[in-house]
């Protein structure tokens, strides 16, 4: 690899403040959406955001290859380095003026991830790890919890955008049997974060897609923490699991029999 992880990173950290500078300077137009599904919403500032990303990746590196939440059906560029771009993260959050949402940034060479970026803007946090060094939010470094027992961990998890029936509600419940308290709080790669810089245990979701976590593990993994796909679908959706490390093989166990019988 011939450019360097804090090279990439640096990309990868200006495109998500640009992209959520972007949103931040539009709220006002958070009722500006293209469509509103039952449960989803296409907003036209996802797709701005997007364009303002992709212009930073592409100004730096041309023949890159992006893969965006607002472009996920077309074809890929040609490249060993593939930057993963999720505008807004927590779209209905920010939709319904919830300050809960953010835009992550990631890039990874052959198939590895090597940086990650995902900016806060409402909380005015900025992540963000390389494979190389350690997880930083705002400049200070990050570590994941200590907490062993399940019993005694904060959980986050989320309602499948897809199927909000009984699926996504055995999963609801069992992270409220397994956690002291569950949380449910609408952006993956936020609660990652979250994860990432101990103040919560865990995060689980039986349906999120690459662009949610792609940034946002790397940041957990380079905090201590560990993630997983539990499992992988059709068109970049995965059931993922991030956990403080020492709560993994318990979140696991628990978790991945339901995914089993859960085809
Ligand atoms: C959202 C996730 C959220 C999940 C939603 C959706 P989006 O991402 O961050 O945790 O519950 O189903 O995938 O669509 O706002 O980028």
Avoid at 40 to 55: G, I
Avoid at 104 to 124: C, D, H, N, T, W
Avoid at 129 to 154: F, Q
Wanted: with cysteine.
């Amino acid at each position: 690899m011939t450019i360097t992880p804090t090279e990439l990173q640096a990309v990868a950290t200006l495109a998500a403040r640009r992209a959520g500078d972007h949103v931040m300077a539009n709220r006002h137009r958070r009722s500006d959406v293209n469509s509103i599904l039952r449960t989803d919403v296409k907003h036209k500032l996802d797709v701005e955001a997007q364009e303002t990303a992709t212009a930073v990746i592409l100004s730096a590196f041309p023949d890159h290859a992006i893969l965006g939440e607002e472009t996920s059906e077309q074809p890929l560029a040609e490249s060993d380095y593939v930057w993963i771009v999720d505008p807004i993260d927590g779209t209905i959050n920010f939709f319904h003026g919830l300050p809960w949402w953010c835009c992550s940034v990631a890039v990874r060479y052959k198939g590895q991830a090597v940086a990650g970026s995902v900016f806060i803007p409402e909380m005015l946090q900025m992540y963000e790890a390389t494979s190389e060094s350690p997880a930083y939010c705002n400049g200070e470094v990050i570590r994941v919890t200590t907490t062993d027992r399940l019993e005694l961990s904060m959980l986050a998890t989320g309602a499948d955008k897809w199927d909000l029936g009984e699926h996504s509600f055995r999963f609801m419940r069992k992270i409220s049997e397994m956690a002291q308290r569950p949380r449910i709080l609408g952006a993956a790669a936020v609660d990652m974060c979250m994860v990432a810089a101990g103040k919560l245990d865990g995060y689980f979701e039986s349906g999120i897609y690459v662009w949610d976590m792609a940034a946002a593990s790397l940041i957990v993994e380079r905090a201590g923490g560990t993630c997983e796909i539990l499992k992988a679908y059709p068109k970049h959706r995965i059931s993922f699991l991030a956990t403080n490390g020492a709560l993994h093989a318990a979140c696991r166990a628990e978790l991945l029999p339901m995914l089993q019988v859960n085809a």
